[in-house]
């Protein structure tokens, strides 16, 4: 009974959501490629623990660690960017944090992806794991393209001030330029 009362005048909120893409800090484009980064890297890394033997192992069990870090923590900074998530953990600086995660992992994977090629035992899953590995760089790259080109460079100077207590920075004010304590006739 009671929703037929009500039923015709409420209205879902549209920021209830909980997904919240476009937002300030992921557009759909960028949330699309962090899709993909976690695809990527996680076929790289099913790729790479399904090589039952290896020669020399240590580059095996470095790509291993680079794709699983890499498929974990992007998928972790996916879900707190796209919802409401990212607001509870307390960090205020997240263009920062996700341009020098996005390059560290692009880097790694990079350096990961070359030395595996260079030591493996040249069986069709390594060279797959190693081609996936390539794949999710250039996606991290891609990713840290359309940042610099959508958000900037998020270290320069000069940009926006930075927040302070929540709000705004204050501006440099001129000192004053009227005394305090003036006799009510003006005179000094």
Known sequence: MATTVYASTTAPNPKS???????????????????????LSFVAFILEEVVHSCISCTALYFFEFVSCTAFLFTLLLLVLLSTTLHTRVGITCWPKLDFLY?????????????VFASDNGDTTMERSAVAFGFMATAAFVADLVLFV??????????????????????????????KLNMPANGAE
């Not at 300030?24 to 993909?36: E, Y």
């Not at 996005?102 to 070359?114: D, Q, V, Y």
């Open 149 to 178: 080109k959508s958000c900037g460079f998020p270290f320069k100077k000069g940009g926006k001030p930075e927040s302070s207590n929540g709000g705004p920075a204050a501006m440099e004010a001129p000192p004053e330029e009227e």
């Open 17 to 39: 959501s909980c997904f919240i893409v476009p937002s300030d800090n992921l557009c759909k484009v960028r949330c699309g490629i962090k899709v993909i980064e976690v695809l």
């Open 102 to 114: 996005t390059a560290g992992i692009a880097l790694l994977f990079f350096i990961a992806s070359i």
